[in-house]
């Protein structure tokens, strides 16, 4: 009886034991705490029942037209790699990046489950800071045959550079867009005009924009526009060696030389040369369609809107300065947050978002400029306009626009100050000295 009894003790402590194990294995599973690869766990959940998350992730995406439909195919994509990750889109009414940033930060307060998020630069700071966003370093550090199969070695590192804070790596850059000098060739070739060299100077486009102003019966074709807003003139002032911020974004210095020689020269386009109309309320892109304005300086997307109205008379140039000058860009991907319960697939899914070949090219063939290399280099050469090469070009001198985490706040006094001397109520000295005090005090 003795050594039945041992015998059935043993036994049940060997079960006890496989028990305790078998529970403590599932549970690293399930909290994604497992040394097993993001792929080697794809393959275990097609064997092993509960180990796949019973809940779909949820994206949030901005609405922009069209989309859905474009998206609804990419997932369909993803899902023939991946059919236990399920996906549920959740579109957000898209204005500005700020508020839609502000919309997602009031739907995490209340608790609303979001795993992915489709980011731009203007809110890769904030996210960061605020410990909304994960870092993928230990995700890309255990994947990396995974992520070469995407195709994420591709994206280009300058381009990639705005998701990366002090070393850690917090998503990939799908698309992004600079500001090139958009012309209109058929006024051009009216005025007898040859398209500009890349190296251009600030003299000759004012040259240029002379010669395409005409005034004739109460009407006027001006030859540029000027366009205040803090992306496109943080591309002029790029362009003149100089910048908005200090490097690590703790002063502003807008009231430098570098900056105050930019912001006048565009101001005299308006007011001292008269090539340019008062910027306040223009649609500077209807305005170039109807050949009312020669010139703009406008970022890729805009060709979206001129492909659908069949406008095929321009070509792109850089903006006088940047192929010499640095060259602001702002990026967007996809962030996976800390508040994610599935955290590993998140992950992956973003990463296969912005890494899919096909995604970019189902997207950015009349949008934003792809961030994989190959694809900017198959896609820019064979489509109009036909000096596109230069987004290609331009990715090697890019420097990512300046996002602090305060940026709405910083934006909208970059607004007031710029939106008052382009209305001549204030000075080019005073406004950018005025502005510079209360972005500093901002920060």
């Known amino acids: 009886m003795k050594n039945k009894a041992v015998k059935i003790l043993s036994c049940a402590l060997v079960c006890l034991m496989l ?81 839609y940033i502000t919309k997602i930060k009031t739907m995490i307060s209340g608790n609303q489950s979001i795993d992915v998020i489709r980011l731009a630069t203007e809110g890769v700071s904030t996210f960061v800071e605020e410990g909304l966003a994960i870092s993928f370093n230990d995700f890309y550090a255990e994947n990396e045959k995974l992520l070469s199969s995407i195709g994420t070695d591709q994206i280009h590192e300058n381009v990639n550079s705005t998701f990366e804070i002090n070393g850690e790596k917090y998503g990939l850059a799908w698309e992004w867009n600079n500001a090139v000098e958009f012309i209109n060739t058929k006024l051009l070739e009216e005025a007898n005009l040859s398209m500009p060299k890349e190296d251009w100077t600030r003299a000759e486009i004012l040259k240029y924009a002379q010669a395409l ?137 973003a990463s296969w978002l912005a890494g899919n070949k096909s995604s970019q090219e189902t997207f950015m063939k009349y949008d934003s400029i792809p961030s994989r290399i190959d694809v900017m280099e198959e896609l820019l050469p064979n489509m ?16 990512p626009l300046q996002a602090p985490s305060c940026y709405a706040e910083m934006v909208g006094i970059f607004d007031k100050y710029m ?17 510079t005090e209360e972005i500093n005090t901002l920060l």
């Open 419 to 435: 939106t008052l001397i382009f209305a001549d109520e204030i000075s080019v000295d005073e406004g950018l000295e005025k502005a």
């Open 213 to 349: 102003t005409v005034k004739k019966d109460g009407y006027t074709q001006y030859g540029i526009a000027v366009s205040p807003d803090y992306f496109t003139m943080s591309n002029w002032i790029y362009a003149n060696n100089g910048s908005i911020l200090n490097e690590d974004m703790t002063e502003c210095t807008l009231n430098t030389e570098e900056v105050k020689e930019v912001v006048q020269f565009l101001y005299d386009l308006v007011y001292k040369y008269e090539v340019a109309p008062v910027p306040a309320g223009l649609d500077n892109l209807n305005l170039f369609m109807s050949d009312q304005i020669a010139m703009i300086s406008y970022g890729r997307g805009g060709i979206n809107a001129l492909h659908a109205n069949d406008f095929t008379t321009y070509d792109v140039q850089y903006i006088p300065g940047q192929p010499s000058g640095k060259i602001a860009f702002g990026a967007a991907g996809f962030v996976a947050l800390s508040s994610s319960k599935q955290q590993e697939n998140a992950m992956l899914l």
């Open 384 to 399: 109009e306009p036909e000096n596109g090469e230069i987004w290609r070009d331009s990715a090697d001198n890019a420097v």
């Open 19 to 99: 028990i305790t194990m078998s529970g403590c294995a599932g549970k690293k599973v399930e909290e994604s705490n497992s040394q097993e690869t993001a792929e080697e766990n794809m393959e275990n959940n097609t064997e092993q029942s509960g180990t796949v998350p019973s809940d779909p992730l949820v994206m949030v995406y901005p609405a922009d037209p069209g989309a859905e439909e474009k998206l609804n195919t990419i997932l369909a994509s993803f899902n023939e790699e991946y059919p236990d990750i399920k996906v549920e889109v959740e579109y957000i009414p898209f204005t500005s990046w700020g508020d």
